[in-house]
């Protein structure tokens, strides 16, 4: 009877165990469905903040460009003496324009590449270029206006 008790004992130990172990790996198996969910999420995120500080930059640019275009056609008609060094700030604001584009545009390219490759971008280093591009734009912009200050003098 002890033998049979003992038997009984050691066959429920090992079922339980194994139950054990069966809920263990469903578990883990649910964590890691659970883990890819929260993983495309973060990726999914990722990609929208993106291209919305994308918008958001690309609107700045385009109405930096719609500011230097009025600034041209005042150029024009502005007296040759104010007219070299407006030429001159307005041939520097264009080259600075063009270079945050294509500082953008090169960023984007490097975000697409992450992205199909999977590889994890850091969100320091992707905010870090969204505060450097924002400052770029800021004093662009400020420049800009600048520009259009000294025109009306």
Do not use: P
């Amino acid at each position: 009877m002890k033998t049979l008790t003992l038997v009984l004992i050691a066959i429920m130990t090992l079922l339980g165990c194994n139950q054990s172990a069966d809920r263990r790996a469903t578990m883990v198996k649910q964590e890691t469905k659970d883990i890819e969910t929260g993983s495309d999420t973060v990726k999914t995120k990722r990609i929208a903040v993106w291209h919305r500080f994308k918008l958001e930059s690309d609107s700045a640019i385009a109405k930096m460009d719609n500011d230097l275009l009025n600034l041209q056609a005042k150029l024009a008609k502005a007296n040759s003496k104010d007219r070299a060094k407006l030429d001159d700030d307005y041939n520097k604001l264009k080259i600075e324009i063009a270079r945050l584009k294509e500082k953008i545009r090169q960023k984007n390219v490097a975000f697409d590449n992450d992205m199909q490759h999977a590889k994890d971008m850091t969100l320091q280093e992707n905010e870090q270029f969204k505060k450097d591009v924002k400052n770029d734009i800021d004093k662009l912009g400020k420049s800009v206006d600048q520009l259009f200050k000294d025109d009306k003098k």
